[in-house]
């Protein structure tokens, strides 16, 4: 679990993750003229579950079950060759993406780093019509030249916080947490299960 003297706000609780993914989902629907065509494919280790999530709500919404992948992207990040143990993960798209709008789901969108890994990642697994973007904080900083086209929340951080999502299924609470960031350590995603016996 996050250290409590590390955390400086909460910036969304379980009811504002809710409702910004039902609105997303609508936006998602609205963009694309429904779920006919559309794919979510979500970045591991929290994308996927937002990707989950929204899947379930625009089942809720539209009555269709739209396919649902999650994408690792370990091996295709900038930073690959200075992190000897990589954590890997599963890739499992049990679905062509091919003529697809694959819209792809990442918990903090941060400098776009890991969404330029992740366009890399899909372009070797298919080509698919469009790809869209959804995430569920933007907290700005951006490097590359990467916008997202659904946001749940605009959160400003500075590079000093690290801005990080818990979800209740796999860390016990649900919450977007902004915390300092700890000396030597380095702005990236919670480990799963970071939340247990607080």
Known sequence: MSDANNVKSICMDA??????????????LEANKGAED????????????????????IEEIEGVKVPLGKLDI??????????????????????SIDGKT???VDDV?????????????????????AVELAVLVDRGHRELPIRADFVGKNVPSSSSENVRLFLEEVDGISAVEILDIEPGQRAGASPLGTKEGE
């Open 109 to 129: 969108l941060y400098t776009g780093r890991t969404i330029r890994a992740a366009l890399d990642a899909l372009m070797d697994i298919g080509r698919p019509a």
């Open 15 to 28: 009811n504002d993750i809710e409702r910004a993914v039902t609105r997303m989902a609508h936006q998602i």
């Open 74 to 95: 370990s091996f295709y990040r900038d930073d690959f060759a200075t992190h000897f143990a990589p954590e890997v993960h599963s890739t499992d798209i049990p679905f």
């Open 38 to 57: 559309i794919a979510l494919v979500g970045i591991v280790t929290r994308g996927d579950l937002l990707a989950k999530m929204l899947a379930c709500k």
């Open 102 to 104: 694959v819209v792809l």
